[in-house]
């Protein structure tokens, strides 16, 4: 006798996770965003008392993509190009960045992190890094490297439902 086979309209039930363990995860997801939350205000501040969270974001960006248009910022970000130009005008006062003619359109500026702004995120990023390896000393190679995987898939699969 054959065991009988879920069709390809049948979905597998066994392979989806009980509600109590969706549940925990959510949990812990929300009191993760929560802490995050509160790092990325921490991160700002150290950079300047009046920076938000979001400005310190863009500052990210430009360090890491270097420097872009106003408009890919704001694209980059998914958030309208008013609330960057707002952003970018009190990055600019504070001279953590400056607009520079873009070479390739002559009608467009991009924004460049100033030395002064490279060295802000450079010292907030080396302090982060060394919050997260604090917090990592314990745990085993193999469970750091299994936590970054089960990130980076949870993350890719984010917004794929």
Known sequence: MTTPQPGPAEPAAQNRPDE??????????????????????????????????????????????????????????????????????????????????????????LIHLTEKGTHQVKQSQTARKQALDDRLAAWSPADVREFARLLRKFSENYYEN
Do not use: C
Not at 32 to 42: D, F, I, N, V
Not at 51 to 66: R, V
Not at 80 to 91: H, N
């Open 20 to 109: 109590e363990a969706i549940k925990a995860a959510e949990e812990q997801l929300s009191l993760l965003w929560r802490r995050s939350r509160a790092a990325s205000y921490q991160l700002a501040r150290a950079v300047h008392p009046d920076l938000e969270p979001s400005a310190y974001g863009l500052l990210a960006i430009l360090f890491n993509d270097g420097p872009m248009r106003l408009t890919d910022l704001a694209a980059n970000i998914g958030v309208g190009k008013p609330s960057v130009s707002r952003q970018i005008a009190f990055l600019q006062d504070i001279g953590l960045v400056h607009k520079l003619d873009d070479p390739q359109d002559g009608r467009a500026q």
